[in-house]
């Protein structure tokens, strides 16, 4: 009776806070829940699939469409200066040789300067109010950025976008690898990445509706044409960052859809897989782990090239469709870039739900960068125009899904929060440096057929190739040792709780490959 009273008042505390709405009534099988062990674990916890099933269910439909919106928007706040670009904004604010290009490098400069410290934070803090924070900050000042009237404004406004989306990719795939399992990661963060291309589309077909809008706006302010673009999209990322919170959950524990039982088999999932108590705090060790990682390199170095491509995309297309077709509209060339974006998108979700299903990483990220070198080999060694946007679709349907693959390799083989949360900002940092040569990759003086930017992203695409094949093998290996018992040497001296903190370094801990 004594075991049965302290499990119903942690169950309590649990729904403290909670609305009476969302109050659940503890019945006597919850009451005989077993209680937390000190770490945190309930090892006496049981359940079925199908309830496992039903709440994994519960998630997807509480996390996975939010996320993907605010990424969408995160990623269309990011890339509409190169929708802008082809409807005026280089003319109007007299931008001269590579002044575009640095108005894009200093987006990613800051960018990577505040993913990691962002990430920290998010841990501290929790993702219910700071990631729609983040939210709200890029979408302000998106829409500033419609009143930009110079070059050195546009180099302001560019240089907070990137300090509020920077901690927005690895923040949000944070989020989801606190409620996932590593076999059910990849195709959650497919989805949600895949918003990427989905931003590209819509991106695509919104400037070619909003730059039609008639100017309007006081005096001296007018909005029109491309400041349309800038001030409708960041208006409704505002919007939806305001909401945001209403409908994001902190933790599986705390998850407000489930019950008390759910909230227990959710969480409890996550530690018996991961061997880590999810309240752990990020520690100097978590951080050494995290960086010095042989396997965390191979998906940083992977992540890298693949940015090279997509963000030099996100940004270019527009500007390599109207090069092709120099006859064409504006706004032809935005239509033009849509339909790559929507292939890239529905194959990305298709190869992370096929990763998942095969708990194999590296062989479709060989495989799919394969297409991307078939189509930079086209764009850089072929001179008809329909032939070569036919490339483009190439370039996209195989590079789109590198992205969340690599993250998700390094998340999936990161054990414990402390540690997948300094992996992901860290991957994503040195993935970032990627989008900062991409805005050197096309270059005005290179045009029209860029021979240069499409060589870079064709050797870029060349190492993916070996460097997926690289961390095949080496997380082979790495299992193979573990298995022979090579590895047991680690927990010698080590007591039961140091044992459990080596995670990923632990001798039972398997790689996914």
């Keep these: 009776m004594a075991d049965e009273k302290e499990v119903a008042q942690q169950i309590e505390r649990e729904n403290h806070g909670s609305s009476s709405n969302d109050d659940i009534a503890i019945?006597?099988?919850?009451?005989?829940?077993?209680?937390?062990?000190?770490?945190?674990?309930?090892?006496?916890?049981?359940?079925?699939?199908?309830?496992?099933?039903?709440?994994r269910r519960k998630i997807d439909y509480h996390?996975?469409?939010?996320?993907?919106?605010?990424?969408m928007l995160c990623f269309l706040d990011r890339a509409n200066i190169g929708n802008a670009r082809i409807q005026g904004l280089e003319r109007d604010l007299k931008l001269e040789r590579l002044q575009?290009?640095?108005?894009?490098?200093?987006f990613y400069i800051i960018y990577l300067l505040v993913e990691v410290p962002s990430n920290i934070i998010l841990k501290k803090v929790g993702p219910k109010y700071y990631l729609p924070f983040l939210v709200c900050g890029f979408g302000l000042i998106s829409l500033c950025t419609a009143f930009v009237n110079s070059f050195s404004g546009l180099m302001v406004a560019r240089a907070f976008l990137g300090i509020f989306e920077g901690g927005a990719m690895p923040g949000m795939a944070f989020f989801l690898s606190c409620f996932y399992k590593r076999n059910e990661l990849l195709f959650r963060i497919g989805i949600y990445v895949s918003a990427a291309s989905i931003a590209g589309a819509f991106g695509g077909l919104l400037a070619t509706g909003l730059s039609r809008i008639p100017a309007w706006g006081v005096a001296g302010a007018q909005i029109h044409t491309w400041r349309n673009i800038f001030f409708f999209e960041g208006l409704v990322t505002i919007i939806v960052g305001i909401l945001a919170p209403f409908g994001m959950p902190t933790k599986p524990s705390e998850a407000y859809f489930l019950t008390p039982r759910e909230r227990m088999i959710a969480a409890e999932r996550l530690v018996r897989e991961h061997r880590s108590d999810p309240d752990e705090v990020v520690t100097k060790a978590h951080l050494k782990r995290a960086v010095f990682c042989i396997h965390n390199y191979t998906c940083a170095l992977g992540f890298f090239l693949i940015n090279i491509t997509v963000q030099g995309l996100s940004v270019f297309m527009p500007t390599l469709i109207k090069d092709l077709y120099p006859e064409g509209s504006p706004e032809q060339a935005q239509l033009y870039s849509v339909p790559p974006y929507v292939c890239a998108c529905l194959v990305a979700i298709l190869v992370a739900w096929l990763s998942d299903k095969?708990?194999?990483?590296?062989?479709?990220?060989?495989?799919?960068?394969?297409l991307a070198v078939v189509g930079f080999g086209i764009l850089r060694f072929n001179d008809q125009p329909g032939i070569r946007y036919m490339a483009i679709y190439f370039v996209t349907v195989g590079a789109f899904p590198g992205g969340p693959g690599f993250l998700s390799w390094a998340m999936n083989n990161s054990a414990g929060p402390p540690i997948r949360a300094v992996t992901t900002a860290y991957v994503v940092t040195l993935g970032t440096i990627g989008g900062i040569v991409a805005t050197w990759t096309y270059v005005p003086s290179d045009g029209p057929k860029y021979f240069t930017g499409h060589t870079i992203n064709l050797v870029g695409q060349i190492v993916t190739i070996c460097l997926a094949v690289f961390g095949i093998f080496y997380c082979m290996r790495e299992n193979k040792l573990r298995a022979a018992g090579k590895r047991d040497h680690r927990l010698e001296g080590l007591s039961e709780s140091e044992q459990e903190a080596l995670g990923n370094h632990h001798p039972r801990y398997r790689y996914w490959t």
């Excluded at 095969?358 to 394969?370: C, D, E, K, Y």
């Design 358 to 370: 095969t708990h194999q990483r590296g062989i479709w990220l060989a495989s799919f960068a394969v």
């Design 100 to 106: 575009f290009n640095w108005a894009l490098s200093i």
């Design 63 to 71: 996390t996975v469409p939010l996320v993907t919106l605010l990424y």
């Design 27 to 55: 019945t006597h099988k919850d009451a005989d829940l077993p209680a937390a062990l000190a770490d945190g674990s309930r090892p006496d916890l049981t359940w079925t699939d199908e309830e496992e099933t039903a709440i």
